[in-house]
């Protein structure tokens, strides 16, 4: 009755751990695009049910999400990006437009990376002006004598143009009090924006001047932050970065302050990143803002410097406002940005992830094709982790070997644990067995594999890339399911209900890797392993399916090597099976009483 009872408990509690697993899996994965009409109906809705499904709106490419916001949005820029006085930006990686109105960096897409799939879509887009659906932007100016001097609605001459590496572009103002601003912006051929910012002081009293630059966003467009990829407010003080606030925190407290001289800081997505980077060994203030209307600012403020009149003052801020590809984070990094490359929230395995990552490009420039670069690296882990799984079975066949003896002393000495144990001890010496040796190889193997599962979440190098077959982003979520017969019927399952060849093929492999374990004594921990791939392949379901190759794979050649073991340790084998007749003759027990 206890063993019943416990296997209705365990899957009451798998089908608690399914809805809940449906209800994170909306609100991280990506979703499919629904019809206009539905999203027009959705758009309508009132303001406290927009707030309530605003982070069910986010995944892991960001942007808008919402038919009306996206309408808005492309009629917006439509007529902002019109404007005359806009100095064009024309660099290897990024395209947009400076506005003079403001000094604002506020219109940038990024060449390398698309909305889509289909190769003629729209460049991803990073920033957007003012007022737009999408609002994002960095702004640049001044404050003298403690009150602001230039704004955002600053009328700012220019000179040159387009922006372009090697070629600057300078915005000038003169406040009309005796002082001539400019701030020179140069670009180089990733995603690095300079500007340099001057005071020259040509009344007759000294000014006492604060350079200052910020970046403001909506954080519609975000992707989803969750408990092991950070999206929101980062930033490097005192070389320790910090990943946090998230916006939810942010627009709770209302602003952060956080310690420490600010290296860089600003907002990152899981692939996406814009960030000011102060001068080096200047002091300065740093401050995430929360605006309210899900709108937030990280400012970034030096301290304030008297200049004498006749002379002049310079401050350089940098802007990075692109995709965070690894190398060239790294390469910044080694040109005196500190910590630049932890924008990528590698985590706890850091040192194991940067050469995982490594080892993927390379097998990926090797095949030309990222989901056999993957089955690549998995074999390429597993084979270098075979010598441990060697270890963990000889352990296993040892302890195997003297499970009489042990029996025989627990029964001897049931009524005296102590001399039990002693007994027990003394018998592992004897025999030369390590109890621990069958568990320390697993420990040992669970930061390469998490690393490695860390990596395909993280790496924008598997970004919209195929596979083979049905399979055209390994990114994304699988997108043939078995209940609408692969997309033959017009609807599309909800969250872990949307099974795929790759689910199955996950469940079917974990299924067989159990049955291949030796039998656990407990029917009810017997009973649990064999629900546990099933409830895997549901929760497994809308991860990416490079994440799915990867676990399919890892499967296929845990089974061979569990195979092979197997045939080196017979003993062990024959355990296993007559640990297997042992319950069924038990079980046969239990029904005839």
């Known amino acids: 009755m206890d063993n019943k009872r416990n296997i209705i408990l365990f899957v009451v509690l798998s089908a608690l751990m399914l809805l809940g697993w449906e209800a994170f899996s909306r609100w991280y994965f990506p ?100 007022g737009t659906p999408a609002e994002y932007f960095s702004q640049f100016g001044f404050v003298l004598d403690g009150e602001l001097a230039t704004s955002g609605d600053t009328p700012w001459q220019t000179s040159g143009g387009p922006l372009a590496p090697g070629k600057p572009v300078t915005l000038s103002w003169n406040n009309g009090k005796g002082q001539q601003l400019s701030i020179k912006f140069s670009v180089d051929d990733h995603y690095m924006i300079t500007a340099e910012q001057t005071v020259s002081n040509t009344g007759a009293a000294p000014v006492v001047v604060q350079p200052y630059a910020l970046i403001k966003r909506t954080s519609k467009t975000a992707s989803g932050d969750s408990w092991n990829v950070h999206s929101g407010p980062i930033g490097a003080f005192d070389e320790a970065v910090t990943y946090g606030p998230d916006y939810d925190d942010l627009a709770e407290s209302g602003s952060d302050r956080p310690t420490g001289r600010p290296d860089w800081m600003g907002f990152t997505d899981i692939y996406w990143l814009s960030a000011l980077v102060a001068q080096n060994g200047q002091k300065a203030d740093a401050q995430f803002r929360s605006l309210g209307g899900e709108l937030f600012q990280a400012d970034l403020n030096y301290q304030p410097v008297t200049v004498p009149a006749g002379k002049a003052f310079t401050r350089t801020t940098r802007l990075f406002a692109g995709a965070k590809e690894s190398d060239v984070l790294g390469a910044y990094q080694d040109a005196g940005i500190p910590n630049f490359s932890r924008a990528i929230d590698w985590g706890w395995f850091e040192i194991l992830e940067k050469p995982i990552l490594w080892l993927l490009k390379h097998l990926f420039a090797l095949v030309g094709n990222f989901g056999v670069a993957i089955m690549l690296l998995t074999v390429v882990i597993r084979g270098l982790m075979f010598p441990i799984a060697q270890k963990q079975f000889a352990s296993m066949a040892a302890m195997r070997a003297i499970q009489p003896k042990m029996k025989a002393l627990q029964e001897r000495y049931k009524d005296d644990k102590q001399k039990q144990q002693q007994e027990v001890m003394a018998l592992y010496k004897a025999e030369g067995v390590n109890p621990l040796a069958g568990c320390l190889p697993l420990l040992l193997q669970i930061p390469i594999f998490f690393a490695l599962y860390k990596v395909l979440i993280l790496s924008l190098d598997m970004r919209h890339q195929p596979f083979a077959l049905w399979i055209k982003d390994l990114s994304a979520p699988d997108p043939v399911h078995f209940l609408n017969l692969f997309g033959l019927l017009d609807f599309t399952p909800e969250g872990f209900l949307a099974i795929g060849p790759l689910a199955l093929l996950l469940g079917f492999t974990m299924y067989l890797q159990f049955k291949l374990n030796p039998a656990q004594m407990d029917p009810v921990q017997q009973q649990m392993f064999m629900f546990m791939p099933w409830i895997m392949m549901f929760v497994m379901a809308p991860f990416a399916t490079g994440l799915l190759l990867y676990w399919c794979t890892s499967n296929l050649l845990t089974i061979a090597q569990q195979a092979y073991l197997y045939s080196r340790h017979p003993q062990l084998k024959a355990q296993a099976e007559k640990d297997k007749s042992d319950q069924e003759r038990a079980k046969a027990r239990d029904k005839k009483g």
């Open 31 to 130: 979703q499919p695009q629904r019809p206009a009409v539905e999203q027009s109906t959705q758009a309508s809705s009132s303001a406290a049910e927009d707030e309530k499904l605003r982070h069910s709106r986010t995944n892991r490419e960001g942007g808008l999400h919402n038919a009306a916001d996206i309408a808005a949005e492309r009629k917006d820029l439509a007529t902002d990006l019109a404007a005359p006085v806009r100095v064009k930006i024309d660099a290897p990686k990024i395209a947009g437009s400076i506005n003079p109105v403001g000094a604002r960096i506020d219109d940038l897409t990024l060449n390398r990376y698309r909305v889509d799939l289909d190769k003629s879509s729209d460049p991803v887009r990073l920033f957007s002006p003012a």
